[in-house]
């Protein structure tokens, strides 16, 4: 497979799912035989990308100036031709018109993969998103996204491709986390052994639904329900300072500040969810996959998330059986969001623990890491007629 060369473009290579599925389909492309070019502004992930045998190249892909646009066209253009490379995939809608043009003029095939709603206000905005629906191959990371692109634009069935986040389970495993790094994390984030923690991952911004947890906390403390519970706000402020400061004011103002804390961006997932009893994905909007809510059960931590977009789609809530994964509460309602934390932080340490394993064995089955870069893979050759998703496959010796 060493004349297979796939170019994908990205933004940036940061802590996102797109840019982590980035790296990890350029990792399965290696391991294939084939080249991993990826142009991108780079970032946190970029030697990440290039441990695992891929190649970056800096472009300023992640401008929308349509000048811009048009002039990493003509740079594409020539990696492509330079490069030999047989396909573009784009990930995001500013790189992918310039990756669009660059493949049509090249005669390359064209694959795009939606990691986000894209809501389009206007004609203009319509228009600038459907580059997203110009793949020969059109790649949806989740059924509600696919039933999105559906909705809007004319791509046929048999080109529309859900392919769910993958997930190295394995890096979730308590046997496989060194005690010392939940350890680590427990004196930074200034928890003592007996507290219980739930932790709501996610970046500082408004539709990620802080101000709904924080009013559950607040029901709790009322109802007596918060002894020896810390709530953890973990991820980075990415510059709305002015939303962080709202959110501990807000936090001073309930009386929360020993109960409610904010610890900023997280270098260990796994450790975080491990140390964790409980997880929330507390979005008012809806999240076209709710990475967090599969990490979480890989983790064996119960979640609670809301009733909208695909996050929904990866938890199996409570049945006529009882509870098997989490919990679905409704969007923006804190009362909602209190109760169901109630009843989780109610269970035993067996029940809590009984849920855990059956929501990392749901994981196992359904998001598999190898799984989601071989289908991939597949989508690849079905464009160019090659063997990827085989060759893959023997490596991992699947």
Known sequence: MSDVTILQVVPRLETGGSEQSTVE?????????????????????????????????????????????????????????????????????????????????????????????????????????????????????????????????????????????????????????????????????????RQRVVLQAARLTRWKGHHYTIEAARQLKEQDHLKNIVFIFAGDSQGRDDYREELQAEIDAADLAHAVRLVGHCDDIPAAFLLSDIAVLASTRAETFGRTSVESQAAGCPVIVSDIGAASENVVPQTAGGIATGWVAPAADAGALAECLAEALALSPQALSAMGQRARTHVRKQFALHDMQRATLGVYDQLLGTELAAAFRSSKQF
């Open 25 to 193: 389909i350029a990792a399965a492309l290696t391991e294939a035989g084939a080249k991993a070019l990826v142009a991108t502004e780079g970032g946190r992930l970029a030697t990440a990308l290039e441990d695992v045998g891929g190649e970056m190249i800096k472009l300023p892909v992640g401008s929308k100036n349509p000048i811009t646009i048009l002039a990493n066209a003509q740079r594409l253009q020539r990696i492509v031709e330079d490069r030999h490379v047989t396909l573009l995939h784009a990930r995001s809608r500013a790189p992918a018109w310039s990756a669009y043009l660059a493949a049509r003029r090249t005669r390359r095939p064209f694959v795009t993969t939606y990691h986000g709603a894209y809501s389009g206000r206007s004609w203009l905005k319509t228009f600038y998103n459907g580059v997203m629906a110009r793949g020969d191959r059109v790649i949806a990371n989740s059924r509600f996204t696919a039933d999105l692109i559906s909705s809007r634009y004319s791509v046929p069935p048999e080109h529309l491709h859900v392919i769910h986040r993958g997930f190295d389970v394995a890096a979730f495993d308590a046997e496989k986390v060194a005690p010392e790094r939940i350890a680590r994390l427990r004196q930074a984030w200034g928890l003592d052994p």
